[in-house]
Every structure is written in structure tokens, then in C-alpha cells.
Nanobody
Framework: QVELVESGGGLVQPGGSLRLSCAASGSIAVIYAMGWYRQAPGKERELVATIFDGGSINYADSVKGRFTISRNYYKNTTYLQMNSLKPEDTAVYYC?????????WGQGAQVTVSS
């Protein structure tokens, strides 16, 4: 079983930056992809970015050029570097890990972009 613990959320002004971290533990050898989703109040959860074993990466159009996903296999941690943040990026951000038989979610990290 895989467990995920997120950190790094907070309040930032428009144009600022934040980095989210997602530490994985447990059966991490079976994970073939990790990603970040977000959910704003009153909206559905949406994909932000995914990174696959082998290095393939997908981004939502709304974050391309501003957000960067990366994975440190030695630290078993996945990161989401968020730059040029906008008020519309405000949401709870969830880390996920995919194995051949399940998707596991982190607890969520609140990101608020406001002046």
C-alpha cells in the first residue's frame, strides 16, 4: 500500500511562487505515475500535471509554462513548482500515485493566491 503526505501550500500574492511536495511511502516500487490535481470551491477536481516513469510529462493547458512537475526517486518525493501564480490557481491541490491496480490520494494542500 502507498501513502502520500503533502506539504508546501499557503498564501501567496499574484505573481508569486510556491512549491508543493508529495512524499510517498510504502509500496512505492509499483508506482508508475504521479501527479497533481486541484479542486477549487464549487468546481470539479481537475488534472494539473502528471509525470510517468521514463520521464513523460503532461500539463493542463492552464498551467503550461508556469508550473513544473518533477520527481526525486531517491527521496521518494514528487514536486510541483508553481510560478507566476494567479488568483484562479486558488484551490486545494491533491497529489496522486498510480499503480497497476489503484490510485492513491494525498490529504490535500490549500493554495490561496490573493493580494
Amino acid at each position: 500500500q502507498v501513502e502520500l503526505v503533502e506539504s508546501g501550500g499557503g498564501l501567496v500574492q499574484p505573481g508569486g511562487s510556491l512549491r508543493l511536495s508529495c512524499a510517498a511511502s510504502g509500496s512505492i516500487a509499483v508506482i508508475y505515475a504521479m501527479g497533481w490535481y486541484r479542486q477549487a470551491p464549487g468546481k470539479e477536481r481537475e488534472l494539473v500535471a502528471t509525470i510517468f516513469d521514463g520521464g513523460s510529462i503532461n500539463y493542463a493547458d492552464s498551467v503550461k509554462g508556469r508550473f513544473t512537475i518533477s520527481r526525486n526517486y531517491y527521496k521518494n518525493t514528487t514536486y510541483l513548482q508553481m510560478n507566476s501564480l494567479k488568483p484562479e490557481d486558488t484551490a486545494v491541490y491533491y497529489c496522486n500515485a498510480d499503480s497497476p491496480w489503484s490510485r492513491v490520494w494525498g490529504q490535500g494542500a490549500q493554495v490561496t493566491v490573493s493580494s
